[in-house]
């Protein structure tokens, strides 16, 4: 057993002592002297001409102290997107701008028109009231096959059509592709939807703009998962602000699963509000407005064709995506369905040959980009939603299809330009089906038809790209940014330590894991080690938490700064115990001359460090504190095998979970109780998207699932309690730590799975289905139950 | 929300008062008026709480008629034992914090065509007693959010016939949990009543046909050859009209057979 506290250990969150007693310390708890208030007044058409604002009434009003429109934002640069794809034909994507409030057209429900800063809330909302705003409602741009027809109207009347870009991966591969289709024994094709989903974060998106006019500094409060990229992209690219005035705080976060890393026009405008009025400035998103202004996830619609050799071998796969974007390019989203999808068309299999194309669409709708999974479920679900359909119509076993297709040999360079590390699916696919207890499944279906319920079981594997990296790779593929991580070990002059990273926690348990690292790599007790995150003033510049990475690349970067903590501090060891210093062993907190008994302690070191009375300062600094940014050589790929059961209730298409089960690869574990919340928290996300969620709009553009009233999140009677297990781990060969990241995992295993089971479920009583799309309503399960 | 005036009378003949003010509304347990306040989707002037009115709180039995105050929770009609089915009814109405606040005469004032007790009203033939008179359930409920009541009437109390039998069957809607269909089923002693909520563009109804062949013959297959029209029933995100419609039969079904 590892000791408490230590890398192996289910030591328990100690954040959770000051969330669940309701002492966190949120944006929103954030109260600046003299702190004004700003309500957005936002479209409530998805597509308008704005032929004119009218604020003079309610520029008078008690309490407004002033009224900005798109003409206050004409001079600032937009709200920027921080990925270029080129399309298949060597061509920038198009890339409208997006400013910080509309100006000249709305392009969706919700689009900010006008900002009101007032004295307190209530009169900012009252004086929007008075503003008259001369809309001309113009036809509205929702499906995405209908938006790139040549009569379409465009959502941005500067581009040339609502094309984003056609994307084609691996190129080269297209005919080739086509061929072997052509050719093929068997093409098994599915046509399906991944749903659009509303991430709906516990905590809704607030942002504090302030000025000091005696240091020119501004400060910005935000709910985001990476403050530095915000510091950078609105600094740079919006304000002209430059960084050693900008300072950028996000405090303790309630969520963010994808939605919260972007930069939004709130910020920028809280930001320059502040300086305009000379006053803080705090904008708190309502449940309502943060339907139609956090960015969405997921909607592609897709056309998969596996093809197959007689045996069921794969040959060939061949997608065809439509993307949609929104309205506007929100920060990543451009590298969501190309990058974090394409490369991931290979999944757990060796198809030798892939064709990938992906259309992006405009639409008048709010802005789609990550969400949890970001491009990979998208990737999966069409995957293994068309093996389980393959595996039907060949007559083979879902699991001996997979299982013959296996990737079995490592490493691993699939045809879709990305290097599988390690990984072993045989081994996770029989730890599933031992968990799973599949050879139960017989009798339990057959209780369930006494009960006048069908029951179904799927099955699916998945795979995940984390820690996306190297930089230098991803600048090549259209990142605008860098994707390292940083840290700074801080020791103290008494031992304990203060490590400021750049991953930033929302949710994930940093404060509790990272010190477990540093714990077992000194040998102190953990309760010795305090994280730093989330402030730009006090940590090193680094990328923030998203797709799994902090651990990865977080954790990795603590490790190489904590290194060489280690060998300055056996340096002043030797100095102090007269040895030299290769002699010098750290166990448990002791620096030991290698054979003897000699010894000195941590603290006595660290003292010294910064006491230096007896210290060699010709030759070493006084102070102990180091900093490393790491950049990854490859991204790493955790992988899984999972179950589910399912009861369907042929009377009304209920359906409910029975069981599920899931079996991960996540190479060495740091805390196995915060990854099983992990995996619990991603598999009750999937099974939202599978069974519950779905933001729709009407052909006029309104969000009619715009409320919790309407959109179904899942709760803890929709889910059962679940069955995860992790002991099957190859550990990541080019990180130190042999991590390979957990955040996403169970939300890009679960659809598949869910999905696979109801159309078992559905075959097993005799139905002719071969797919539902999501969310697997009662309503659609028994509509598709008619036909 | 818009600013207002609160009243918080400790009388019947109090808040009748305060309501003759026409920007007046009355407050019961501010389920759905608060968050319709909070959206500014309402702005009256005056709210005249209910809440703090004893007459109008608490539950009796007398003589096999339950009668509950308009201002009860429905935490309390839950935790009753005279009338299991409506009881089992209270407790499934939204979260605790809903059963908590939200009172029976909040809920037939407003008359949300998927709320459960107009069912529960309807279906035992109920009667609802408000300060001026006392209005039998079937001229009660007239169509979606409408009802008999005049503008400055309260519900001061309801007035249940315990059924021999009853249950009620309902199939949440997944967001809301409202009842995308409900359906209560009584034996009343003039007979069987089957209402149902939910369902249909004009609120609570009573499914006539259903109670016809329930009166000849009480067992779920007497209902085999009854079809209901889809024509009026709501369709939406959550389903179709003619999904709505095989629902009503389905939950039917299920009370009838829960009764046995």
Redesign the interface.
Known sequence: MPADGGIGASTKRREDVRFLTGNGNYTDDINANGQAYVYFLRSEMAHAKINGIDTSDAEKMDGVIRIFTGEDFVEVGGVPCGWEVTDRFGNAMQEPRHPILAHGKARHVGDPICAIVAETL?QA?DAA?AIELDLEELPAVIDMKSALAKDSPKVHDELESNLCYDWGFVEENRDAVDEAIKNAHHVTTLELRNNRLIANPMEPRVAIGMFDRTTDEHTLYTTSQNPHVIRLLMGAFVLGIPEHKLRVISPDVGGGFGTKIFHYAEEAFCTFAAKAVNRPVKWTCSR?EAFVSDAHGRDHVTKIELAMDKDGNFLALRTDTHANMGAYLSTFAPSVPTWLHGTLMAGNYKTPLIYVNVKAVFTNTVPVDAYRGAGRPEASFQLERVIDKAAHEMGIDPIELRRQNFITEFPYATPVAVEYDTGDYNATMDKMIEIADLAGFEKRAAESADNGKLRGIGVNCYIEACGIAPSNLVGQLGARAGLYESATVRVNATGSISVMTGSHSHGQGHETAFPQVIADMLGIDASQVDIVHGDTSKVPMGMGTYGSRSLAVGGSAMVRATEKIINKAKKIAAHLLEASEGDIELKDGQFTVAGTDKSVAWGDVTLAAYVPHNYPLEDLEPGLEETAFYDPANFTYPSGAYACEVEVDP??G?VTIERFSAADDFGNIVNPMIVDGQVHGGIGQGIGQA??E?A?YDDDGQL??GS??????PRADDVPFYTVDHSCQTPCTHNPLGVKGCGEAGAIGSPPAVVNAVVDALRRAGQDITHIDMPL???RV??AMQS | MYAFDVETPSSVAEAVAALKDEEATALGGGQTLIPTLKQRLAAPEKLVSLSGIAEMKGISTDGGVLTIGGATPHVEVAAQGDFPALAALAGNIGDPAVRNRGTIGGSLANNDPSACYPSAVLGTGATIVTNTREIAADDYFQGMFTTALEDDEIITAVRFPIPKAASYQKFDQPASRFALVGVFVAKTADGVRVAVTGASEDGVFRWTEAEEALNKEFRSDALMDLDINAMNMIGDLHGTKEYRAHLVKVMTRRAINAIG
Not at chain 1, 708 to 713: C, E, G, P, Q, S
């Open positions: 209530e909302r009231e309502s009377e009304t209920k069974l519950l779905q729709v009619i699932s919790y009233m309407d959109y179904a999140m309503t009662p309503s028994w509509q």
